[in-house]
Each structure stands twice: as structure tokens, then as C-alpha cells.
């Protein structure tokens, strides 16, 4: 089994610093590029691609992970996909390949794939659900040639091709406003811009320009506010900017930066109850998957988790808010597994008060999860450590503590057991370093 760093601790930069209860767990492995949904009891659903497999869907059934293969196909791999799920939590993905398809599960539970009739290599999707739950997909074709927009009526699919010929059509992201009219963010190259288009009460579209780049413009997540007004964070080069339409212009800020000649991997917002903004990204010199949230006068920051360094693309985090405003990621680890994690917050506070970390402690996944009471941990120390594992109840509440202790430096394998069946958290700190693991007793 792999060992990996989750980490729980704060960034300070500019901004005040927050965090409590960040808790992140292995989804499967591989995985990559995943898109994340809630459904209706609040559990995790994620769609994403696997090479030489085709499509994964993974959801929580409030005991564990349940994962089985939405769509089949050994070769070409596939990079993207987009998830959405209905008002009865039935999951409908779009994914591109040689052509764009449409997966969908039905009453017997069985998935169920369209191919749209439009020739073209897709590698960008993005799918949103209208008011009578049909599917509306924004999508690039032929490797940034084309900007395409396809929606289903009845049994009948209509596509419409927005722009073509300017490098355009990468990094879509899409969203119906209440009136059910599309919206898109996207990237042009050569320029390098961020473009938006939405369709108006007439059905028609209109097109800007929001940013002008000197880099390229990647990973664009757009969101509306109740009022209809478009949020979108992105990737300007090493830079995460966040903008949105301020009613007479667009309003641009830098959040956050790598490195000069570094690349950010992946951006995605949220709109919390108040409307305010909340991003997750990548900064990739630094391997770090970051939260940052507006409380109405400051950016906020986290550290959420460390990524293993690859010179390849890692990251692409997919954010949720529940119905509490709590943040929910979905995003994947890179080399050498590419392991898909999903982290989310509590609001415990059971990791909250830890500052820094001093990178001592690795710690594994507890197996076996679910356990019928007996489970066990395994961890490394770089260096001699006093440790302590302590158990939590979902309410917070220390139900045990299995062991403490000094440690000498090296790999360790420590059991213990819980009685009485539900959810529980494994706590073990080093020093001023912490690791939460979920895990579930059943009967």
C-alpha cells in the first residue's frame, strides 16, 4: 500500500489564515481529473476518467465508497469529464474523445451512452441540468478550433457552433442561470485570453473579453450568483486570478502565484449562502492544493493537502458547497498512482490550532475499512517522535485513545478496535503535525 502525506495545517499569506477539520481520504486509484457532485443527503458523488478503463463514477453511501465503470473504453484515453446529478440524484456525465458522448444512468441501473453526431476530437466538457432536468453540454473540438454548445430537446439533440478558427474552446466551464440561459467561460490562445459567452431572453450570444494574459489562460471555473452575475477563477500563467462582472466592467484580482515559469494546475469556485466566493487550486512549485474564501473583507487561505511532485499535471480540484456552505473537493494526487482524494470539512474543529507542520510524520489509510471493529494503521516517522492517536465520534467526542507514546524514526503498524458500530476519525499527531483518517465500524 502507498503511503501518503495528508496534511492539515494552515498557509499564511496575504489575508488572515483559517481552518479547522479538513478531512481527506483515497477515493480509488488511479484517477484523474474528476468532477464532483452532492446529492440530495449531502454525499459525495465523483465522475472520472481512468486510462485504459474509460469512465469511473464513485459515490458514498454513508458507510463507503460504492464505484463501478460508467462508460468502457480501453483506448484513447479520455481527459476530461463533466458530472451532474438530478433532482433524484440520477449522475448524467459528458466526456470527450473522438467524438462527444452522453452517459447517463437509468431506472434498472444500468449506464446508458450517447454519441452526438458532431465529427471532431473533444477534450473539454462541461454539462449543466436544466429545470426539467435535460442536459446542456459547452465543449471544444479539434484541440482549440472550435467552441461548441450542444443542448437536448426531447430525444433530439441540438449543437450549435459558437466560434471557430481562433484557438478557442479550452478550459470550458458552464452554467445555466435561473431563466435556464447558458453561460461559458473558456480560453482562447494566440491571444491568450479569458472569453465569456451567454445567451440572452432572445437566444442570442454575446461574447467579451475579460482578460487580456501575457501567459496562458487555463483551468476556468465559472459559477452565477442568485442574481445571475458570473464569478470565474483561472489560471493566468503562474498565476490564480478570480473576476466577476461588476455590473459596468469586470473586476480582476491575483489570488495567489507559483513561482515565475510554473504553472498553476487547476482552478474551481463556489458561491457560498451570501453569495461570497470560495476557490480551490494548485500551486505547483510548492505541490499545494489551497482553499481560499472571502468573509466579506479578506481572503482567507488553507493549506488543505500536499501533493507528491510530478512534472506532469496533478491537482484539478473540483469544489462543492453543501447546503451548510462547507467546502467539498474532489482532486487527484498525480505521480506515481494518481490516486483520487476527496477532502472536506467537518467543522469540528478537531484539527483546528495547528500552524505549521515540520513534514515528520507520513501516515497510510487505515485497513480494513469498513471494519467490523479491528482496524489498522500504518506510518512513518523521519525522525525519533512522541505520537498519539486519538478516535472521534461524528460529534467530535474522544471515544478512545489507542496509543502514545515515543517512536523511534521509521515505519510502524499500530491496531486498535471500536465496539459500537457508525463513523469515527483516527487522529495522530507529531509535534505540531496532524493526519485524519475516516473510517466506519459496521455490524
Same mark, same amino acid.
Given at each position: 500500500m502507498r503511503v501518503i502525506v495528508l496534511l492539515v495545517l494552515a498557509f499564511l499569506t496575504i489575508g488572515s489564515t483559517a481552518f479547522s477539520g479538513w478531512l481527506?481520504?483515497?477515493?480509488?486509484?488511479?484517477?484523474?481529473?474528476?468532477?464532483?457532485?452532492?446529492?440530495?443527503a449531502g454525499y459525495p458523488c465523483i465522475a472520472y476518467p481512468v486510462d485504459g478503463t474509460g469512465v469511473k463514477y464513485a459515490e458514498w453511501d454513508g458507510s463507503q465508497w460504492l464505484i463501478e465503470c460508467a462508460y468502457s473504453l480501453t483506448y484513447p484515453n479520455i481527459a476530461y469529464v463533466s458530472l451532474a446529478l438530478d433532482v433524484a440524484?440520477?449522475?448524467?456525465?459528458?466526456?470527450?474523445?473522438?467524438?462527444?458522448?452522453?452517459?447517463?444512468?437509468?431506472?434498472?441501473?444500468? +449506464?446508458?451512452?450517447?454519441?452526438?453526431?458532431?465529427?471532431?476530437?473533444?477534450?473539454?466538457?462541461?454539462?449543466?441540468?436544466?429545470?426539467e432536468g435535460s442536459p446542456h453540454i459547452a465543449f471544444g473540438i479539434d484541440w482549440g478550433y472550435i467552441l461548441a454548445y450542444a443542448y437536448r430537446s426531447g430525444s433530439v439533440w441540438d449543437i450549435e457552433?459558437?466560434?471557430?478558427?481562433?484557438?478557442?474552446?479550452?478550459?470550458?466551464?458552464?452554467?445555466?442561470?435561473?431563466?435556464?440561459?447558458?453561460?461559458?467561460?473558456?480560453?482562447?490562445?494566440?491571444?491568450?485570453?479569458?472569453?465569456?459567452?451567454?445567451?440572452?431572453?432572445?437566444?442570442? +450570444?454575446?461574447?467579451?473579453?475579460?482578460?487580456?494574459?501575457?501567459?496562458?489562460?487555463?483551468?476556468?471555473?465559472?459559477?452565477?450568483?442568485?442574481?445571475?452575475?458570473?464569478?470565474?477563477?483561472?489560471?493566468?500563467?503562474?498565476?490564480?486570478?478570480?473576476?466577476? +462582472?461588476?455590473?459596468?466592467? +469586470?473586476?480582476?484580482?491575483?489570488?495567489?502565484?507559483?513561482?515565475?515559469?510554473s504553472f498553476g494546475w487547476g482552478t474551481s469556485i463556489a458561491l457560498d449562502s451570501a453569495d461570497q466566493p470560495h476557490i480551490a487550486y494548485c500551486l505547483v512549485d510548492e505541490d499545494y492544493?489551497?482553499?481560499?474564501?472571502?468573509?466579506?473583507?479578506?481572503?482567507?487561505?488553507?493549506?488543505?493537502d500536499t501533493l507528491p511532485s510530478y512534472i506532469l499535471r496533478r491537482g484539478d480540484p473540483d469544489l462543492v458547497l453543501d447546503t451548510l456552505d462547507r467546502p467539498h473537493i474532489s482532486y487527484w494526487a498525480g505521480y506515481p498512482d494518481h490516486d483520487l482524494r476527496y477532502a472536506w470539512n467537518d467543522g469540528t474543529g478537531i484539527s483546528q490550532g495547528y500552524e505549521e507542520a515540520n513534514y515528520n510524520l507520513l501516515c497510510g489509510s487505515l485497513h480494513p475499512n469498513p471494519t467490523l471493529g479491528m482496524t489498522s494503521l500504518q506510518f512513518f516517522l523521519a525522525a525519533d517522535s512522541h505520537i498519539i492517536v486519538t478516535v472521534y465520534d461524528v460529534s467530535g467526542h474522544a471515544v478512545q485513545i489507542p496509543e502514545s507514546g515515543q517512536f523511534p524514526a521509521g515505519t510502524h503498524d499500530m491496531s486498535f478496535s471500536v465496539a459500537s458500530p457508525g463513523m469515527y476519525f483516527a487522529r495522530i499527531s507529531s509535534g505540531n503535525q496532524i493526519e485524519i483518517r475516516r473510517f466506519v465500524v459496521i455490524d
Amino acid at each position: 500500500m502507498r503511503v501518503i502525506v495528508l496534511l492539515v495545517l494552515a498557509f499564511l499569506t496575504i489575508g488572515s489564515t483559517a481552518f479547522s477539520g479538513w478531512l481527506i481520504e483515497n477515493v480509488d486509484i488511479p484517477g484523474i481529473n474528476p468532477s464532483l457532485a452532492l446529492n440530495s443527503a449531502g454525499y459525495p458523488c465523483i465522475a472520472y476518467p481512468v486510462d485504459g478503463t474509460g469512465v469511473k463514477y464513485a459515490e458514498w453511501d454513508g458507510s463507503q465508497w460504492l464505484i463501478e465503470c460508467a462508460y468502457s473504453l480501453t483506448y484513447p484515453n479520455i481527459a476530461y469529464v463533466s458530472l451532474a446529478l438530478d433532482v433524484a440524484d440520477t449522475p448524467h456525465i459528458s466526456l470527450g474523445v473522438s467524438s462527444l458522448f452522453y452517459v447517463t444512468r437509468d431506472d434498472s441501473l444500468e +449506464w446508458q451512452s450517447e454519441e452526438l453526431e458532431y465529427p471532431g476530437t473533444v477534450r473539454h466538457t462541461s454539462l449543466a441540468l436544466d429545470g426539467e432536468g435535460s442536459p446542456h453540454i459547452a465543449f471544444g473540438i479539434d484541440w482549440g478550433y472550435i467552441l461548441a454548445y450542444a443542448y437536448r430537446s426531447g430525444s433530439v439533440w441540438d449543437i450549435e457552433i459558437l466560434e471557430s478558427g481562433n484557438n478557442t474552446g479550452w478550459f470550458v466551464s458552464l452554467k445555466l442561470d435561473a431563466d435556464d440561459n447558458p453561460h461559458i467561460s473558456y480560453a482562447r490562445r494566440s491571444p491568450d485570453l479569458l472569453m465569456y459567452a451567454s445567451m440572452d431572453e432572445t437566444d442570442a +450570444w454575446s461574447f467579451q473579453v475579460i482578460d487580456s494574459l501575457s501567459d496562458e489562460c487555463m483551468n476556468t471555473s465559472l459559477t452565477l450568483s442568485g442574481e445571475g452575475v458570473p464569478h470565474i477563477s483561472y489560471n493566468a500563467g503562474n498565476e490564480v486570478r478570480y473576476s466577476y +462582472w461588476t455590473g459596468s466592467g +469586470w473586476h480582476i484580482e491575483t489570488l495567489d502565484a507559483c513561482d515565475s515559469g510554473s504553472f498553476g494546475w487547476g482552478t474551481s469556485i463556489a458561491l457560498d449562502s451570501a453569495d461570497q466566493p470560495h476557490i480551490a487550486y494548485c500551486l505547483v512549485d510548492e505541490d499545494y492544493l489551497m482553499y481560499a474564501s472571502w468573509n466579506g473583507s479578506d481572503w482567507q487561505y488553507e493549506l488543505i493537502d500536499t501533493l507528491p511532485s510530478y512534472i506532469l499535471r496533478r491537482g484539478d480540484p473540483d469544489l462543492v458547497l453543501d447546503t451548510l456552505d462547507r467546502p467539498h473537493i474532489s482532486y487527484w494526487a498525480g505521480y506515481p498512482d494518481h490516486d483520487l482524494r476527496y477532502a472536506w470539512n467537518d467543522g469540528t474543529g478537531i484539527s483546528q490550532g495547528y500552524e505549521e507542520a515540520n513534514y515528520n510524520l507520513l501516515c497510510g489509510s487505515l485497513h480494513p475499512n469498513p471494519t467490523l471493529g479491528m482496524t489498522s494503521l500504518q506510518f512513518f516517522l523521519a525522525a525519533d517522535s512522541h505520537i498519539i492517536v486519538t478516535v472521534y465520534d461524528v460529534s467530535g467526542h474522544a471515544v478512545q485513545i489507542p496509543e502514545s507514546g515515543q517512536f523511534p524514526a521509521g515505519t510502524h503498524d499500530m491496531s486498535f478496535s471500536v465496539a459500537s458500530p457508525g463513523m469515527y476519525f483516527a487522529r495522530i499527531s507529531s509535534g505540531n503535525q496532524i493526519e485524519i483518517r475516516r473510517f466506519v465500524v459496521i455490524d
